[in-house]
C-alpha cells in the first residue's frame, strides 16, 4: 500500500481563543502495510474521547498537577479505543481491540500493551462505548459511588451535571438503591433526560434556582459534585448533618485562572459533613475487574441507559473539546475517527 495521510490532533497553543488550541494536522505519513513494528503492534484508531480533564492538560508544563500537560507541537493523547491491524508482538493478535491512553491520531506502534487493557466485547457493544460507560466516566461513576456515598434506601442525593456520562451513572446507581434523587443540567433537552433515568426532581439551573430547589427538596445526604462553584455552596447550605460530599468535579472553574471562593465551608463543620476528593485511577485496584463484569452486561440488557454525541472524524476533537466545556455536548462526547 501506497504511504497514507496518518492525521493527527496537535496540541498548537495554551487556550487563549478556541480554534488555535488544538489544529488538526495532514503532514504526517504512514504505510500501514510496511511501517517498521520492531518487535510491536500496530493500532487503528477506532474512538476517542473528548472529556472535561483534558482541558486541564492544554496548560504550561510548569504548573503541575494529577494529569501530564499536554507538550507543544505533539499530538494529544487521552482515552481511545483502536483494532490491531498487524503484530510483531506475543502480547496481542491481529483484530484485538485495546483500550487506554492512545495519540489522537489515525494510526500507532506500540511497543507493548502496558497501560493498554485488551477488550473482551462478549455484549457486543459498540466499540465506543469503551471510551463513555464502559470506560473511564463509568469507572468514575461506579467506582466512586461504591466507595464513598454510604448510601441509604430512603436518604437523599443530589448530581449536579446529571446529563453527562459520570452524573447520568450515578442518577441510576442512586435510584438502584432507593434514594430520592435530585439532579441539575443545563438545558431543557437534559433536564428531560435526567427524568427519563428516574430522577425525581430534575432542573435546569440556568432557569430555575438551584438553593431553593434543594431547601424545598432536600435536605441532602449525598451530594455527587461535578460542577463546584455556587452549586456546592447551595448544597453546603441545604446538606443534612452527616451529609457525605463526593467531590468529583469542578468544571464551572476549569476555565477560569481564578474561580471564585466557597464562602460557606463552615457548614462542613457545623454539619459534620465528610468530604471526599478523588481520581479514579486509584480506585482502580479495587474495584477495576467488578466493573468490566458488571457494567458491559448491565448495558447490553438495557438496565444502565447511557446517551452518546458522535463527532466525525479528528478534525472535530478541537470543536468537541469547546463544546464540552460550554455544555453543548448532550451524551458522552465521542470522536469516531474510523469504522473497523
Ligand atoms: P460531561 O457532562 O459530558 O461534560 C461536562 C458538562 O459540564 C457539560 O456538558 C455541561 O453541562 C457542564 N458544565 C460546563 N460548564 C458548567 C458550569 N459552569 N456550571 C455547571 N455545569 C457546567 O462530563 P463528564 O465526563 O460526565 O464529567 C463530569 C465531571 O466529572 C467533570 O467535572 C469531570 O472533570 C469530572 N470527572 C472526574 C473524574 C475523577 O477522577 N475525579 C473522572 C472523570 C470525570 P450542562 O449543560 O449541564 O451545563
New binding site residues.
Partial sequence: MAPATNGRVIFNEVPEEPGKTLVYDESEKIDADTVSLDGGFLVKTLGLSV???MRGRMRNPEVKSYSSAYTLGQPITGFGVGVVVRSESSEVKVGDHVYGLLKYQQYDVYKSTEGLRILDNKYNLPWSYFVGVAG??GQ?AYM?WKEYSSAKAGEVAFV??G?????SFVIQLAKAQGLKVIA????EE?VEFMKSLGADVAFN?KTTNTLETLQANGPIDVFWD??G?E?LEAALTAANIHARFIE?????GYNSPNPPPIRNLMQVVAKNISIFG????RLFHKYLEAFYEEVPKLVSEGKLKYKEQVYDGLEQVGQAVLE????K?YG??VIRVAKE
Fill in positions: 472529556d472535561p480533564y473511564m466516566p468514575t466512586a449536579s451535571g446529563a453527562g456520562p459520570v452524573g441539575s443540567a443545563g438545558s437534559k439551573y461535578n460542577v462553584g452549586t468529583c468535579g469542578m468544571i464551572s478523588f481520581i479514579v485511577s464540552v466545556q460550554q455544555g455536548n458522552k462526547a
